[in-house]
């Protein structure tokens, strides 16, 4: 089983920047699709963007344009570029892995790490 820790959260200013890592244990990292969720106050949580051991990404429609994913399989780490951030990005945000897209459409996973806060606010 993978353990999954995310770090890089905080606060920022409208308009700033965060980078988001998710550093995970085992030796099928490179074969999962690695997927970033978020939930708000609230709010169900959702899928922001995933990519896929060949490279492939995909990106919910809000953050296209501003955050990017992106993976060293050789750190075992997968991250989040967030730029021109907006305070509807404030959340708790999750990282997550399974080889199936299905899986991580639905987020339908057995566990999750603690996530990391993070706060868009002036």
């Known amino acids: 089983q993978v353990q999954l820790v995310e770090s890089g959260g905080g606060l920022v200013q409208p308009g700033g920047s965060l980078r988001l890592s998710c550093a995970a244990s085992?030796?099928?990292?490179?074969?999962?699709?690695m997927g970033w969720y978020r939930q708000a106050p609230g709010k169900q949580r959702e899928l922001v963007a995933y990519?896929?051991?060949?490279?492939?990404?995909d990106y919910e429609d809000s953050v296209k344009g501003r955050f990017t994913i992106s993976r060293d399989n050789a750190k075992n780490t997968v991250y989040l570029q967030m730029n021109s951030l907006k305070p509807e990005d404030t959340a708790v945000y999750y990282c997550n892995s399974d080889p199936s897209i299905g899986t991580l459409i639905t987020g339908s996973f057995g566990s999750w790490g603690q996530g990391t806060q993070v706060t868009v606010s002036s």
């Open positions: 085992g030796s099928i990292f490179s074969r999962n699709i």
């Open positions: 990519i896929m051991g060949s490279g492939r990404t």
